[in-house]
T-cell receptor, first 115, second 113 residues
């Protein structure tokens, strides 16, 4: 069965500092990987996705993620965090078909940005 | 930009009452998903529709939950009777087809007293 681990429940960074959120997955075949962001009381917004090809994926809002098969990881990065980035971030792995079926989410990482 | 619509945004009910949530997916999206998100956790899939047909409801508590998408467009998720443990955010998502990227609505936050 597929699974996702986000080892950091909470992370606090200063505005302007770099950010890396960790995600490790377990899946038997080539995974389809996603990062979503959720602001308080809101739905999930897709930041970026990896299906195949270049292992460094660019997303919206200046985020990027790198797929590392050898480490079963798909960490999310941003070079300079803005106060508006404070939110909860979810990593997900998809299975079946084109990968978007049966998304399995991690438990999320809550990001706090200090001004 | 097209969005997934959900209503109501918030619902407070007493246990043993019936509640219903509505979702209108992005126009043209054939696949619709209902997720439940308990506070502090990631979303978990309850049911997936392809057009009007259920393709996965393995995690849906069928003794009290039901979902329908009669015309293959909008969808309703019902809970009867509601229990305290049903308090959660209920998220709807849609995609062009099975396996395509899922886009989420704002969710319905349910509180059962």
């Amino acid at each position: 069965a597929q699974s996702v681990t986000q080892p950091d429940i909470h992370i606090t960074v200063s505005e302007g500092a770099s950010l890396e959120l960790r995600c490790n997955y377990s899946y038997g075949a080539t995974p389809y990987l996603f990062w979503y962001v959720q602001s308080p009381g809101q739905g999930l917004q897709l930041l970026l996705k990896y299906f195949s090809g270049d292992t460094l994926v660019q997303g919206i809002k200046g985020f990027e993620a790198e797929f590392k098969r050898s480490q079963s990881s798909f960490n999310l990065r941003k070079p300079s965090v803005h106060w508006s980035d404070a939110a909860e971030y979810f990593c997900a792995v998809g299975a079946g078909g084109g990968g978007g079926n049966k998304l399995t989410f991690g438990t999320g990482t809550q990001l706090k940005v200090e001004l | 930009e097209a969005e997934v619509a959900q209503s109501p945004r918030y619902k407070i009910t007493e246990k043993s009452q019936a509640v219903a949530f509505w979702c209108d997916p992005i126009s043209g999206h054939a696949t619709l998903y209902w997720y439940r998100q308990i506070l502090g956790q990631g979303p978990e899939l309850l049911v997936q529709f392809q057009d009007e047909s259920v393709v996965d409801d393995s995690q849906l508590p069928k003794d009290r939950f039901s979902a329908e998408r009669l015309k293959g467009v909008d969808s309703t998720l019902k809970i009867q009777p509601a229990e305290l443990g049903d308090s959660a955010m209920y998220l709807c998502a849609s995609s062009l087809g099975a396996g395509e990227t899922q886009y989420f609505g704002p969710g319905t936050r349910l509180l059962v007293l």
